[in-house]
Structure formats: structure tokens, C-alpha cells
């Protein structure tokens, strides 16, 4: 069950079961994030991504966003 609150809500105004919705969301969502960056980072793909993009920018191989998008 999902609940969806106002962004102008205040913490007093959640019920205790809104909260613990809320908190246990959180949470989730955080752990899957760090789960996420664990995988990512134990891949040498990916590492191996990270660095030749590094090296891509510190050698001024850039595009420009504008560019990019064709904006």
C-alpha cells in the first residue's frame, strides 16, 4: 500500500501509520541505492567505464550539452 503525501504536510500532521510507511520507504529505497552502487562498483566494466570516461574530460574531450540535445 502506497501512500502518496503533500509535500506541504507536516510531520505532525502524519498518522503513526503514515510515518512508518514513510520511514520504511526510505529505507528501502536507500538500501536498493546502496545495493545498486555496490553492484556497479564491483563490476570492471563498469570501473573500467568510469576511468576512460575520467580520462576523456581531463583530455578536453567533451560535448556540449547544447550539442548533445541539438538545442
Given amino acids: 500500500m502506497e501512500q502518496h503525501l503533500s509535500s506541504q504536510q507536516h510531520i ?3 498518522t503513526i ?3 512508518k ?7 528501502k529505497e ?3 541505492e546502496v ?12 570501473i573500467n567505464a568510469v576511468k576512460e570516461a ?3 574530460y581531463k ?3 567533451t560535448t ?8
Fill in 12 to 14: 505532525n500532521e502524519l
Fill in 17 to 19: 501509520s503514515e510515518l
Fill in 30 to 32: 536507500t538500501m536498493e
Fill in 59 to 61: 583530455a578536453g574531450k
Fill in 54 to 56: 575520467r580520462g576523456e
Fill in 21 to 27: 510507511t514513510l520511514i520504511s520507504e526510505t529505507v
Fill in 64 to 71: 556540449k550539452l547544447e550539442e548533445l540535445f541539438n538545442v
Fill in 35 to 46: 545495493i545498486e552502487n555496490m553492484e556497479a562498483l564491483s563490476s570492471p566494466t563498469f
